[in-house]
Every structure is written in structure tokens, then in C-alpha cells.
T-cell receptor, first 114, second 111 residues
Framework: KAGVTQTPRYLIKTRGQQVTLSCSPISGHRSVSWYQQTPGQGLQFLFEYFSETQRNKGNFPGRFSGRQFSNSRSEMNVSTLELGDSALYLC?????????????FGPGTRLTVL | DAKTTQPPSMDCAEGRAANLPCNHSTISGNEYVYWYRQIHSQGPQYIIHGLKNNETNEMASLIITEDRKSSTLILPHATLRDTAVYYCIVRVPRNTDKLIFGTGTRLQVFP
């Protein structure tokens, strides 16, 4: 069974641009979460989607947004990129709403903002 | 903020048991203890979780103290591939998959 896939794996953008990252969960998984990882702040929760609805959101500015499609694939968007948005963006999927014990993480998208 | 405290780093000889401690003194009665690890440049990987009883799976064992204020993850025979950052997380498994990661313990397994 294929794991969580994220595209692209690497991305270079300049300040002020916007970016869209994609996450395809494991087949059958309905929940997708996004995390940002930086050397200074570590792993931080961005948001979580289940059945196309955002059910939880972290403490990030409105420039960070996301959505989930009917096939459970998810995208996150960052507008007006800042240097501090350079990070590894990880998504994770799980089976259901009930706080599944095991979440499966993808390999991440490494975003560099110049 | 993370509700757990872990030592920043530990070393372990290959083949020996690695015992990674975690303090969660403010844990509430319905919070579980979860362990994840992150091997360099990869996404975190689930290891094990538990509520109050000790748990064991093919990867590790989890020992939770009787008062539930601390726990220990045990890798019985550490290998070089176990070199990673290990995160201890407490959460209530209800209506959200949100994980709050602390700084974790960087385990270095040496030959």
C-alpha cells in the first residue's frame, strides 16, 4: 500500500510569491494534518482536515490556508511568502475522526524562500 | 506548549537497550502517551502509545509509571538505524489528530 505522498519535494520561491503544496493520503484515510518544521521552532501544527472540513487550526497567520478535496487529497497554500516561511512542510494522514493512534507522515516538501 | 520534558540527547551502543525517559507530570486521566521518532530529513514515524499499562510492539516497549507522571520508551536492541529524534507526546485521542511536538531526545546509536 502506497504511503503518504507529497509534491513537490523541493521548492524555491522568492519573497512575495505564493506557493501551493500537495498531499495525497494513504488510500482510505480521511484525515489529513499539516505541520511546519523549522530549526528554531521545531514541529508545529498548521491545520487538520477531515471530510473536506477544517476541524482544527494552529497558530499561524492567515497567509497559511488549506483545503481538502472529496478524494481526501489536501493542499496547503502560503501567500505573500516571507523568508521565515522557509521550512519543511509535512503532512500526515490517518484513518478516522476518533483520534487514530497512528498517523502516517509523508516525506515532506522542503520550501526555500529567497 | 508541549506537556512533556525529555533530555535533549542520549547515546547508546549498538546492540544495547536504549531507554528514553519522558516526564509528563501534568498528564490528565484521559490523556495517552504517544511516541514518535524522526530519522534525519524524513517524516515522523509512530512507534507506540499507551494509557496506563505497559505496552509492547515489534518496535519498542513503553513503560508508564503507576502515577502516570513519567514514562520510558525502550528499544531493546538498538541499531544504527535507530539514530533519530524521539518525541514523547501526550494527548486525548478524541476528535482531533493534532500532535504537539516538544523538542524531543536526539538518540545517537554508535557502533
Amino acid at each position: 500500500k502506497a504511503g503518504v505522498t507529497q509534491t513537490p519535494r523541493y521548492l524555491i520561491k522568492t519573497r512575495g510569491q505564493q506557493v501551493t503544496l500537495s498531499c495525497s493520503p494513504i488510500s482510505g484515510h480521511r484525515s489529513v494534518s499539516w505541520y511546519q518544521q523549522t530549526p528554531g521552532q521545531g514541529l508545529q501544527f498548521l491545520f487538520e482536515y477531515f471530510s473536506e472540513t477544517q476541524r482544527n487550526k494552529g497558530n499561524f497567520p492567515g497567509r497559511f490556508s488549506g483545503r481538502q478535496f472529496s478524494n481526501s487529497r489536501s493542499e496547503m497554500n502560503v501567500s505573500t511568502l516571507e523568508l521565515g516561511d522557509s521550512a519543511l512542510y509535512l503532512c500526515a494522514s490517518s484513518l478516522s475522526l476518533a483520534g487514530s493512534p497512528e498517523q502516517f507522515f509523508g516525506p515532506g516538501t522542503r520550501l526555500t524562500v529567497l | 506548549d508541549a506537556k512533556t520534558t525529555q533530555p535533549p540527547s542520549m547515546d547508546c551502543a549498538e546492540g544495547r537497550a536504549a531507554n528514553l525517559p519522558c516526564n509528563h507530570s501534568t498528564i490528565s486521566g484521559n490523556e495517552y502517551v504517544y511516541w514518535y521518532r524522526q530519522i534525519h530529513s524524513q517524516g515522523p514515524q509512530y512507534i507506540i502509545h499507551g494509557l496506563k499499562n505497559n505496552e509492547t510492539n515489534e518496535m519498542a516497549s513503553l513503560i508508564i509509571t503507576e502515577d502516570r507522571k513519567s514514562s520510558t520508551l525502550i528499544l531493546p536492541h538498538a541499531t544504527l538505524r535507530d539514530t533519530a529524534v524521539y518525541y514523547c507526546i501526550v494527548r486525548v485521542p478524541r476528535n482531533t489528530d493534532k500532535l504537539i511536538f516538544g523538542t524531543g531526545t536526539r538518540l545517537q546509536v554508535f557502533p
